[in-house]
Structure formats: C-alpha cells, structure tokens
C-alpha cells in the first residue's frame, strides 16, 4: 500500500479549515484553523504544514448551491485553490461539502460543544468530513478498479 499524505480545506471568506489524512490514507482528522488575512498568510501557514507533513495533495470543498450548481461562492472558492495549487505547487481535488458544516455544528452539538463559540472547530471538523468523503471515494474507486481487473 503507498503512503498518502493530502489536506483538505474548508475554504471560508474569514477562516479555512485544515485536515489532515493518516499515512494509510484511512482517517481524516482537523488540524487547525487558518484566520485569514491574506494569501500570503495563508500560503507560508500551509508550505509549513505541506513540508512537515509530506503532503502530496490538497483537497478543497467546493460549496455547491443545495440544487447542486456552482455559485458565485463556488468560483470563487475554485479561483483561490488554483492559486493556492500553484503556490504550494501541489495537485487540488475538489469535493461537494454542502452541508458539512451543519455536520459539524451536529457534532459539537453532540459533545456539548457550543458552535456558536467554537467557529474555528466547526471549520476544522468541516475540513476532515470533507477529507473523509475524498478518502472514502477514492478507496471505493480503488476498490472497483481492482474487481473490475480480476478474471471472471
């Protein structure tokens, strides 16, 4: 099995939500919360975590309308990961993240957690969900192409 490193982003206008995978690229985990304050801020937080990680991949939530189309928020989301893709000269997938965010605050609200006092946490566990899915995909997509190989 090959080693997998990749972060997934929640991309807010005020903060971005970062995850991180295990090597075995099983479990997604929240790292911390970026406040941002401009692209550079942004791009020597992560080159940091992209050099100690050994990150291979970023992985961006893209917010969908909840009728499944890309608004202005989505374009813009797509605009700044290309940027950021360049910057850290890393690939960038993207996943469908509607609704985690609400997943999220469930979350918090499931430990007692008050969301409304824990923005920076929602932004986080909002990343791994996103991660998560990713991973999940993709380990089902490996899981189909090996099938799809063997002998009938």
């Not at 807010?12 to 939500?17: S, T």
Request: aromatic fraction near 4%; charged fraction near 20%; charge should be positive.
């Amino acid at each position: 099995m090959t080693k997998l490193s990749a972060l997934g982003l929640d991309v807010g206008r005020k903060r971005i939500g970062v995850a991180g995978c295990d090597g075995t690229g099983l479990i997604a985990t929240g790292l911390f919360t970026i406040d941002r304050t401009s692209f550079q801020q942004v791009v020597d937080i992560l080159q940091q975590t992209v050099l100690e990680r050994d990150v291979q991949l970023l992985v961006v939530g893209l917010p969908y309308t909840m009728g499944g189309t890309a608004g202005h928020q989505a374009k813009a989301t797509t605009k700044f990961a290309k940027a950021l893709s360049k910057a850290l000269a890393l690939p960038v997938e993207y996943m469908d993240e509607r609704l985690t965010s609400y997943q999220a605050e469930q979350l918090l609200h499931a430990q007692r957690i008050s969301p409304s006092r824990n923005k920076g946490l929602i932004d986080r566990k909002a990343a791994a969900i996103i991660l998560q899915q990713w991973l999940d995909h993709r380990r089902q997509d490996l899981k189909k192409q090996v099938t799809e190989q063997l002998p009938s």
